[in-house]
């Protein structure tokens, strides 16, 4: 399992996953599923190196196959408010592709976003979710999160709030960023996910 940045090659396969993941959410909520992929906002974040994936050994010789892939973000204050001045990692749009699914990618993203977060200063790890899912609700607590509050948007058309948001609760997540000591002259320094 490998930790990478995705670039713009990935993109078919990626708006193949969103469909194949808004089908599922749809089959399990009427109201609570994507509206679509955001191709800007997603060639945005691949330039930033906001956009990562997860790639697994096939076997083959040109290399692995996407098991995964998610954003992050390093703001979200139309979420957040006030609490967004926490330095913090905010997690977003986690999709399993379906070949791979139960297989703890979500347990491994809040690893990874550890390191993450702890190398760039950071003190929380955070994401939202819809607050009546109780089944999703209950595995990001078995992740070591804490529900810390809900967040409502009403069903204005406000900009920049996403359509699935509109008149439903969030339920807020975070976790705490575990601060390690630095090291020491014959420890070597920390490696960041995926890099080497």
């Known amino acids: 399992m490998t930790f990478l940045p995705t670039t713009e090659e990935d993109l078919a396969l990626i708006a193949g996953l969103y ?32 956009h990562w994936k997860i ?82 609700n209950a595995y990001y607590r078995e992740c070591g999160f804490t529900c810390c509050g809900e967040k409502r948007f009403s069903e204005d058309l406000i900009p920049g709030i996403p359509e699935h948001y509109r008149g439903n609760a969030l339920s807020l997540f975070e976790r705490r960023i575990t601060v390690i000591p630095g090291p020491s002259p014959s420890t070597p320094a920390h490696i960041p996910p995926g890099g080497s």
């Open 55 to 136: 790639v697994e050994d096939s076997g083959r010789a040109e290399g692995g196959e996407i098991a995964c892939f998610f954003s992050i973000a390093l703001q979200d204050p139309l979420v957040w408010d006030h609490r967004d001045a926490d330095p913090s990692v905010y997690l977003h749009r986690i999709v399993t592709n379906p070949l791979f699914r139960g297989k703890g990618y979500v347990k491994h993203i809040m690893d990874w976003a550890e390191g993450y977060g702890r190398d760039h200063g950071k003190e929380y790890i955070r994401l939202d979710t819809a607050a009546d899912n109780p089944k999703l």
């Open 19 to 50: 469909q194949e993941a808004i089908a599922f959410q749809r089959s399990r909520s009427a109201t609570h599923y994507w509206r679509g992929m955001d191709r800007d906002l997603l060639i945005r974040e691949i330039g930033q190196q906001l």
